[in-house]
């Protein structure tokens, strides 16, 4: 059985190297390289079937096979990403695309901000890993295959299903059990199952089993040969368990270090030490100081986090009611002014500074400070300036359409001023009275971009300018928050009776450019 044992060791290594090359390819698969991974790694990983980038919602957007567009086929797999597990193994699958029986591998993917994007998934052949048993093993008395959860046997010429019941015994017996003289079709045999890592894959090993041991042969020699036989049994037995138990012991001692290694510190290994020899117990309680030590000094840089957190979200406050102070300041002044003029400019001031106030208000209530939901941040700035500017009164309809995007908390002032700017803009220079103003975000996923598209009636005749190249204080302003931005600002009308501006953004992971504000 050593060699037996020697070959489920190296299928284990080979599911593990499977995964580490999966979370190190990530990058590339999810730029679309699916194919290009694969092509790489299929000599590397024979049984590797498929490399495939699934979104959000689970459809394929990258595959190495087929055309994408199909779900994933285990969901509860999937949700298991969603919720926070880092790697899912699945049991035994029809693949969508090469209709054959695969395992899969899952990793999570993760946005710049922490949040569930998806998964970089592998396929692997089910066959391909009976194959690969088979040429580890080489022994003819011993049959060896792949199984999944559901019971389906793989690579066998002896047992094609196993008895749903085994997996009770199996996960009682902490991932392996014995069942001996089994009966599969006229034949008798002892059947060995073993669990490889905590996914759906599970290792048969099966044999004949042996009839000089049965009951009926054992029966007529008893009176002489059973104590001498007795002998040999226990000799034998200690002989195996003590080699093939100090080989279990240190497996689990190398997949809690690989645990480890991945950062996940609340597994106790010494928990489940307590029966092993002394000295691989004494290693895996070391193993669990330094795992404690690890999780208090994360605790602890947690804390001081939490504490940052809260200054910054203080900072945000105050000068919010600073801000607010300036307002009234401005109002009381605005009331002295007679001047049309003065007052028009004391009321620009006051929505720039009352933006800037809706940016910091915006960034203490959020539960992220290194970024901003734009899609509510920007309806409570809309919904001011609504209501500041007066559109009611001047005949405007306003409305948006906002796609929801995060972005960094440096951009969302000039974001903000931005979208200020140009709505203002396109009160002044639309119709005197009345007319539409519509503003819509959207994300192109594919080129990388955030397009902020502002749209009203349009301008009275000989007020068309290129809204880039005006020379108006709100078009300086708009052209210095798109370069803020690194941003590409266009304007002008759309062929239907409509003035639009339009800012397209690069999104965060493009490399950032040096910009100008002049």
């Known amino acids: 059985m050593e060699t037996a044992d020697d070959a489920i060791d190296d299928l284990a290594q080979n599911l593990a190297t499977a995964e580490s090359y999966l979370q190190f390819f990530e990058p590339e698969i999810l730029e679309g390289g699916c194919s290009t991974v694969f092509e790489r790694l299929r000599e590397v990983i024979p049984s590797l079937n498929n490399v495939v980038r699934f979104n959000i919602d689970g459809i394929s957007e990258c595959t190495a096979l087929g055309e994408p567009g199909f779900s994933v086929t285990r969901p509860a797999a999937f949700e298991r990403l969603r919720l926070g597990t880092d790697v899912v193994r699945t049991d035994a699958f029809e693949g969508p695309v090469s209709h054959t029986q695969l395992f899969a591998i899952h990793s999570r993917v993760e946005t710049a901000f922490g949040a569930f994007d998806g998964s970089v998934s592998f396929g692997i052949n089910a066959e391909r890993l009976g194959d690969f048993l088979h040429e580890k093993l080489r ?22 299903q196993f008895e749903p019941d085994w997996l009770n015994q199996l996960e009682a017996n902490d991932g392996n059990a014995l069942f001996p003289d089994v009966r599969i079709g006229s034949e008798r045999y002892d059947v060995v199952i073993e669990r490889i890592g905590q996914g759906g894959v599970y290792v048969l090993l099966t044999r004949s089993s ?45 997949r809690i270090a690989f645990i480890y290694g991945a950062g996940r510190y609340k597994i106790r290994a010494g928990e489940s030490f307590s029966s092993a020899p002394e000295e691989i117990l004494e290693l895996a309680l070391t193993l669990d100081q330094m795992a404690e030590k690890i999780e208090s000094r994360d605790g602890s840089l947690r804390e001081a986090l939490g504490k940052r957190d809260a200054a910054v979200r203080e ?85 948006w359409d906002l796609q929801d995007a995060d972005r960094d908390a440096d951009d969302a002032i000039p974001l903000a001023l931005f979208a200020l700017e140009a709505v203002t803009n396109a009160i002044k220079h639309g119709p005197r009275y009345g007319g539409k103003i519509h503003i819509e975000m959207t994300r192109d996923a594919e080129a990388r971009m955030l397009n902020l598209k502002i749209t009203n009636t349009a301008r009275p005749a000989g007020e068309d300018e290129d809204e880039a190249n005006s020379t108006g204080l709100g078009s300086k302003l708009m052209t210095a928050f798109s370069r803020q931005l690194r941003g590409e600002l266009s304007g002008g009308p759309d062929g239907n009776g409509n003035y639009v501006v339009q800012l397209d953004i690069p999104e965060p992971t493009e490399a950032k450019k040096p910009f100008s504000a002049v």
């Open 139 to 160: 022994d003819e008395d011993i049959d060896i295959s792949i199984a999944s959860r559901d019971g389906r046997v793989f690579g066998s010429d002896i047992i094609s």
């Open 210 to 254: 042996p009839g000089l041991f049965s009951e009926f042969a054992i029966a007529p020699a008893s009176a002489i040969g059973l104590p001498f036989l007795a002998f040999l049994l226990v000799l034998a037995a200690v002989w195996v368990a003590v080699d093939r138990l100090v080989l279990k012991w240190l497996a689990r001692l190398k």
């Open 315 to 399: 900072i945000h406050h105050r000068v919010k009611n600073n801000l607010q102070i300036v307002t009234s300041f401005l109002n009381l002044q605005s009331r002295q002014v007679s001047d049309q003029g003065a007052k028009s400019a004391l009321a620009s001031a006051r929505h720039r500074i009352d933006a800037l106030s809706i940016v910091h208000q915006t960034l203490y209530q959020h539960e992220r400070l290194e970024a901003v939901s734009l899609k509510p941040f920007l309806s409570g700035l809309l919904e001011h300036l609504s209501e500041a500017l007066g559109f009611e009164d001047l005949g405007f309809e306003a409305s």
